[in-house]
């Protein structure tokens, strides 16, 4: 079994930062891409970042240059720091992880952001 759990969420003001992270743990081999999703109310999730295997990184516009994933291969663990936020960053934050064999989609249970004064 593969737990994916996200922590790091919280309330910030506007122009702090946040640094999320998320661990895989469990009987899970060959990591591939792992990356984050938000989810606002009454929308489906949208990619925010993901990086791959070899360290390639891929973001949504409303994120460059304000936030930086990367990994950690030898604790199967992904960040997303989080600089100059924004309110409309305010959302549930998802990580995902795409690895096993064959390879699946392990998504953690997600974790609150929000900002605000």
């Known amino acids: 079994q593969v737990h994916v759990v996200e922590s790091g969420g919280g309330l910030v003001q506007p122009g702090g930062s946040l640094r999320l992270s998320c661990a895989a743990s469990g009987s899970i081999s060959n990591i591939n891409t792992v990356g984050w999703y938000r989810q606002f109310p009454g929308i489906q999730r949208i990619l925010v970042a993901s990086?791959?295997?070899?360290?390639?990184?891929n973001y949504a516009d409303s994120a460059k240059g304000r936030f930086t994933i990367s990994r950690d291969d030898s604790t199967n663990t992904v960040y997303l720091q989080m600089d100059s936020l924004k309110p409309e960053d305010t959302a549930v934050y998802y990580c995902y992880v795409v690895g096993g064999r064959p390879l699946n989609t392990y998504w953690g249970q997600g974790t609150q952001v929000i900002v605000s004064s």
């Open positions: 990086i791959g295997r070899g360290g390639n990184t």
